[in-house]
Structure formats: C-alpha cells, structure tokens
C-alpha cells in the first residue's frame, strides 16, 4: 500500500480506462460521450522511468481461443555503450485490465479530498492495484515528460498527438487556475474610518463556524459573505483596488486590462448570493455590467462571456498566477476527459467552440483555504484596510 498525488493518479486511470475498449466517444458541450461517434483507438505511447511505452490492444490465440490482451511494449536505452535499444513486450489479458481501470477509477472517486490544513489529500492505494501496476512494471504512475502533457495518443490510424487528461471524477475536479496567494484580488475598505478594534472584529467573524467545519466550503462561503455585509453595515463599502501579485496582474491584462476587475466582481458576487458555476455568474455580469460597457456589447457580441473564455483557454493552455504568460496557446491536440462515472471521453482541440462550451457550461469557482492562501480579512497596508478575495477555477463534478 502506498499513497500518490491525485494528479499523477487521474493521468493513470485516464490511461487505463482509454485501453480498456477499442473505441473512444467524442464528447459533446456537456462533457458526455455523443451515441454513435467513436474513434478507433490504436495506440497509447507515454515515456516512463523505465522506457518510452507503447500500449495497444491485440488479439491472440491463447489455449486455442483468440483472446483480447493489452500489449506493452517497452524501449529503454541500453547500457553498454553504443548497443542497440532494448526492447521488452509484455501481455496482459484485457478483461483483468479493463478490471484493474474500474478499481482504479473507484479509489479516485472514493479518496477524501482535503487535509485539515486545506491541502489536496494524498490518494492511498491498496495491495491489489499495487500488485497489479508491480504484474505491468509499471515505474511511474503519471508518466515523465518534459511539458505538461505526458500522453500520446493514436486514433483513426493517425500519428499519435499530445494529449491533456482532464477529470470530472471524484471529490477533487481538475483546477484550471490554482494560484494560492498569487491569485488573490485586493479591495479597498472606502467610507467610513475603521479602527483596528473594528477591524478585528470583522475578522473574528465566524471563527468558531469554520474550527467546527474544519474549513468545509460552506462554511468559508459563508463566512467571507457575514464579513462583506458586516463591513457594509458598519457604514463602509469594498471597491476594486487591483491584483495582488505583480505577474498575475500583467497577466490578466494580456487578456483585458479590466480583466482584474471583473474577476473580482465575479467572485464578490459568488460570495453575496451563493452562485459557483461560471454560466451562472456570466449571466449575473450581463445584468449588473460592472464595467460599464455598451449593452450593444453585451447583447450582440456577448462581451463577458468572450472574456470568460479567454481566461479559461489561457489557463487552460498554461496560464498561471506566479508565472509570466507571454499569450502563447499551448493546447495540446486532444484532450481525454473523465467523466463523473469515470468513463473516457474525447475532445478535438481545434473545434476551440465545442471546447469553449464546455468550459463555459462545466467550471466553477472553488474556495481556497483562508489560512493557506491568506484571504478574507481586513489587513493594513500604508494606513488603509484591504479585503482580499481569491480566484480558484474547476471543472464540475457534475
């Protein structure tokens, strides 16, 4: 038994369940495989600790019947100076696979998500699929490459082509934005003049609902919307000041140079009326239009929801907080996603619509740990009070 980062983990069940059928669904704008639009699938090559693999699935004859079985070939550098690569096969029967991928995708839909410190929980896995991954030689659970991306993926008898995983199974979704403290938005505490005595009462608002939910997300919802109103009630208001760190705010205005403030009117109004999904909070921007633009934009050319997806492929492409973001798009060619029951389905990159649209109909804004990524409270700075809130974006669970 030994326990594993969820990331690594999702790259292996995305890897297991793909084999586990000769033909993969292509998704629609919701994430679900479309009936009757599959690809042939005819490869999967990652490179490992011990070799670059390639996994395909054959038929032999086995006892006299003709038996599906998953192939695994294995290229590994020779040791001895200037000799031939070595190659190694090895065969596992396709049924006791396709078993192995149902129990692995079980243990990520199963695995707790957070540690009382607001870290990502590690996945433990138990003596049967550790036997199973010890039987294929399996050396490195994720895979290694030099980018993001570790799959290689073979369809319809074309040349294998970078392919992402991402994952809609289990407690944990796949995070589009993570920045921590890097991703927090500052406003500026305006009216009427705090002293530090009300401040910290702000602050100590709901300390004991959040020790007694251990940070659960409702209680972190709640708790930020209790100190905004309380601070409205005490005379004062929160106007956007700016981003709090440094890349992230040139970041976001590679994309808008208003992108910073509308982010942080999205998620002040996630908070104070309790939305999450981002359509549903796209559709709250149309109606209160905070940054004042031309409603022929955002009927006709439907301005917020172009901004959304911006961001969205950006992040998607490999935008972060803490890391410069030069434009660039890095999409890979496809990407694998696993639906809320585990199943595999296919997005082609190119049709950047129907990707768009799932990205719009199925991300969330998620609540980070108040602690660890130091966000609503009053803090002083040069003489003035700042509420800080932070930007966290996921695929939904559902």
Known sequence: MFTISRKEWIELVGLM?????PKLS?????GMPIKG?????ECIQR???????TYRRIEEEVEGVMTPLIEITCVRENPEEGGMP?????????ELWADAANHAAELLRTAPSTTEGGNDALLEVDDAMEAFLDDIQMQSIGGISEGPYHILLGINGQKTAVTGVLNRCGSITTRLLDGGR???LKLLQTGTRFAQPMAQKVNNEGIEVLEESHNSTEAISRVIRDRMVMIERMGSSLKYDDVADKVFRCNLAMIDLHMGRLLTEIVRTSYLEDLVRIDELIARMNEENPLKVKQELIEKHRYYEHKLRQLLFACLGGMRPAKIYTGSDNLPAFFLLLTPDGTPVLFDATDRDLLSRFLMLNTRLERGHLEKDHYGELERENNQYFFKLNLKLSLTKR
């Open 17 to 21: 369940k793909v084999m586990s059928k």
């Open 26 to 30: 292509w998704s629609n704008n919701k």
């Open 37 to 41: 639009r599959t690809a042939r699938l």
């Open 47 to 53: 490179k490992e600790l011990n070799g670059f693999r």
């Open 86 to 94: 070595i190659t190694e096969r090895l065969t596992v029967d396709a």
């Open 182 to 184: 890097a991703a927090n």
